[in-house]
């Protein structure tokens, strides 16, 4: 799942910065990777479940907060690319879904 997120996030920088430019394409890449991050939070997280467990660690909600503050805060992040980079592990869930046997 990890490394077809990171496919899906190369090729989305890729035509990304042929399409809108530089500044887009690392503002879509840092989203990406915050995705990356989230989704490897989140997959241990829900390793870490069973009988002693009481919840989900909450950690995780965490990296979308901080991506959206780092956008409002840094003028060389763009906030759309950014949020469309970091959910680009959907599109990535989905291929996988499709094509694994």
């Known amino acids: 799942m990890l490394v ?54 909450r950690f995780q909600i965490l990296v979308p907060a901080l991506l959206v503050v780092a956008a409002a805060r840094i003028p060389a992040i763009e906030i759309l690319p950014a949020l469309a980079g970091f959910v680009l592990y959907k599109p990535a869930l989905l291929l996988q879904a499709f094509i694994a046997p």
């Open 4 to 57: 077809a997120t990171l496919l899906v996030t190369v090729v989305a920088s890729m035509i990304c910065w042929l399409v809108f430019g530089a500044q887009a394409a690392r503002s879509l890449a840092l989203g990406g990777a915050c995705g990356l991050l989230y989704l490897r939070l989140l997959a241990r997280s829900v390793g870490r479940i069973g009988p002693q467990s009481r919840s989900l660690g």
